[in-house]
């Protein structure tokens, strides 16, 4: 049943395959909708898909891959497939992503910049409790490093 609605999801999407298109590709959508372009510093991506219609996206990876975000210091899981639903400055109901707190891996379900001018971005847990961290620490920098 999951994989039918997948399916149902994906109709009419842009789909690209490829480690360096689906890495462009995630960073001009992410650029596109107001969100830093190194929140999915994701480097063996296999697919890549977005329904405009819907907002719906997709990246797909070979493994699960950590991130250290170092001006945070911040451990980040992203698991083989990241779904979300995007729309400006915004990530919804969005699935594969965790970050590490102390010992315990809490699933993020959110991301969002409410007031772009504040330079601040807003991660919200599946439990409901969220964080607010600096947009920049989640750019990536000029000479490629993130």
């Not at 969002?112 to 001018?117: F, K, M, Y």
Request: glycine share 8%; net charge positive.
């Amino acid at each position: 049943m999951a994989l039918q609605v997948a399916n149902d999801q994906r109709a009419g999407a842009e789909i690209y395959h490829g480690s360096e298109i689906c890495k462009q590709k995630s960073k001009e959508l992410l650029a596109d909708i107001g969100l830093p372009t190194g929140l999915l510093p994701l480097d063996e991506l296999e697919e890549t898909g977005y329904v405009k219609e819907t907002g719906f996206v997709w990246l797909k990876q070979k493994k699960k891959t950590e991130h250290q975000f170092k001006k945070i210091g911040k451990m980040v899981q992203y698991g083989t497939e990241i779904t979300a639903y995007v729309e400006q400055r915004k990530m919804k109901k969005l699935t594969g992503v965790k970050s590490k707190e102390l010992f315990l891996w809490i699933t993020i379900c959110e991301i969002s910049i409410d007031d772009p001018s504040s330079g601040k971005i807003y991660f919200k847990s599946s439990t409901g409790v969220g964080k607010t961290f600096p947009a920049s620490a989640f750019e990536i920098e000029e000479n490629g490093n993130k």
